[in-house]
C-alpha cells in the first residue's frame, strides 16, 4: 500500500520542520499539507515564505498560503498548492466575520482561487460557510475537523453533503464521526488529517485506518484525494 499523506499540518517557528518529519517517519506519512499556525502569522506575515522555504527544503512538504486579512494573494501564489482559510478578521472559534461576505474583493478573489484550482480549507462557523459556498461556487473547500470547531459537523454534514465542490478532512475527528461521513457521502469527499501540533499524527491516522472503511476507500481518504486537489496526481 501507498504511504499516506498528511492533509493538515501546521508548520512554524513553534512547531519546526524537524518535528513534524520526525511525526511522518513514526508514522510512515509520505508528504504533508503545511501552513503556518494562526498565533504565529499574526505577529509575523513573512510566516508564509517561511512555509515556503521549508516546503522548498525538504522536499515532502505540500505548502498553502495562509490568507491574511487583506484578502490578497502574493505574486509568486503559484508556488502554492492551496490555501488555509482561518476566520479571516473574525473570532477565531467564537464568531465569523459575516460583513466580510459583502466586500467585493472577496468575490473577485474567489474567481481567482477557482481560476487558479486552488483547494481552501476554510475553518468558519457554519452560517459564513454556507453563505460563501452560494457566492463561491466554484471554489474547492476543504472543512477541517469536518466541521468540529465550526459548530456541529453533523450540521456541516448535512448542509454540504450534496455539494461536490465541498470537502472534510478528519483532523481531530472522533472515528465514528468519520464513519459515519464515510456512509453517508463516500471516501471521495473525505481527506486525512492530524491537525499537528493539536494532534499527534500516528494517533490521527490510527483514526482512519482502524475505521469501518474499505482498504480501496481508506486509501482514497489518506491519499489520493488530497494529492487530485493539489494537482500533484
Given at each position: 500500500?501507498?504511504?499516506?499523506?498528511?492533509?493538515?499540518?501546521?508548520?512554524?517557528y513553534?512547531?519546526p520542520?524537524?518535528?513534524?518529519?520526525?511525526?511522518?517517519?513514526?508514522s510512515?506519512?509520505?508528504?504533508?499539507?503545511?501552513?503556518?499556525?494562526?498565533?504565529?502569522?499574526?505577529?509575523?506575515?513573512?510566516?508564509?515564505s517561511?512555509?515556503?522555504?521549508?516546503?522548498e527544503?525538504?522536499?515532502?512538504?505540500?505548502?498553502?498560503y495562509?490568507?491574511?486579512?487583506?484578502?490578497?494573494?502574493?505574486?509568486?501564489?503559484?508556488?502554492?498548492?492551496?490555501?488555509k482559510?482561518?476566520?479571516?478578521?473574525?473570532?477565531?472559534?467564537?464568531?465569523s466575520?459575516?460583513?466580510?461576505?459583502?466586500?467585493?474583493?472577496?468575490i473577485?478573489?474567489?474567481?481567482?482561487?477557482?481560476?487558479?484550482?486552488?483547494?481552501?480549507?476554510?475553518?468558519?462557523?457554519?452560517?459564513?460557510?454556507?453563505?460563501?459556498?452560494r457566492?463561491?461556487?466554484?471554489?474547492?473547500?476543504i472543512?477541517?475537523h469536518?466541521?468540529?470547531?465550526?459548530?456541529?459537523?453533523?450540521?456541516?454534514?448535512?448542509?454540504?453533503?450534496?455539494?461536490e465542490?465541498?470537502?472534510f478532512?478528519t483532523?481531530?475527528?472522533?472515528?465514528?464521526?468519520?464513519?459515519?461521513?464515510?456512509?453517508?457521502?463516500?471516501?471521495?469527499?473525505?481527506?486525512?488529517?492530524?491537525?499537528?501540533?493539536?494532534?499527534?499524527?500516528?494517533?490521527?491516522?490510527?483514526?482512519?485506518?482502524?475505521?469501518?472503511?474499505?482498504?480501496?476507500?481508506?486509501?482514497?481518504i489518506?491519499?489520493?484525494?488530497?494529492?487530485?486537489l493539489t494537482?500533484?496526481?
Open positions: 500500500m501507498e504511504k499516506p499523506i498528511d492533509g493538515h499540518v501546521h508548520l512554524g513553534s512547531i520542520a524537524e518535528e513534524i518529519l520526525n511525526q511522518m517517519k513514526i510512515d506519512v509520505e508528504k504533508a499539507v503545511v501552513f503556518a499556525l494562526p498565533a504565529e502569522v499574526g505577529y509575523d506575515a513573512d510566516m508564509n517561511y512555509v515556503l522555504s521549508e516546503a527544503r525538504t522536499g515532502v512538504f505540500i505548502p498553502f495562509y490568507m491574511l486579512d487583506d484578502l490578497k494573494l502574493p505574486e509568486n501564489i503559484e508556488k502554492f498548492r492551496g490555501i482559510w482561518h476566520w479571516v478578521r473574525g473570532a477565531p472559534h467564537y464568531r466575520n459575516m460583513k466580510l461576505l459583502h466586500e467585493p474583493r472577496l473577485d478573489l474567489a474567481q481567482r482561487l477557482a481560476e487558479l484550482k486552488l483547494p481552501v480549507i476554510m475553518e468558519e462557523d457554519l452560517a459564513f460557510t454556507k453563505e460563501f459556498v457566492l463561491a461556487d466554484e471554489v474547492i473547500l472543512i477541517p469536518l466541521g468540529l470547531l465550526g459548530g456541529s459537523p453533523r450540521e456541516f454534514l448535512e448542509a454540504f453533503k450534496e455539494y465542490n465541498v470537502y478532512d483532523a481531530l475527528a472522533a472515528k465514528w464521526d468519520t464513519e459515519h461521513f464515510y456512509r453517508e457521502i463516500g471516501a471521495d469527499r473525505l481527506i486525512f488529517g492530524s491537525d499537528i501540533p493539536f494532534g499527534y499524527m500516528k494517533s490521527e491516522l490510527a483514526k482512519v485506518l482502524t475505521a469501518d472503511i474499505p482498504e480501496e476507500d481508506v486509501k482514497k489518506t491519499r489520493e484525494n488530497i494529492l487530485k494537482g500533484l496526481r
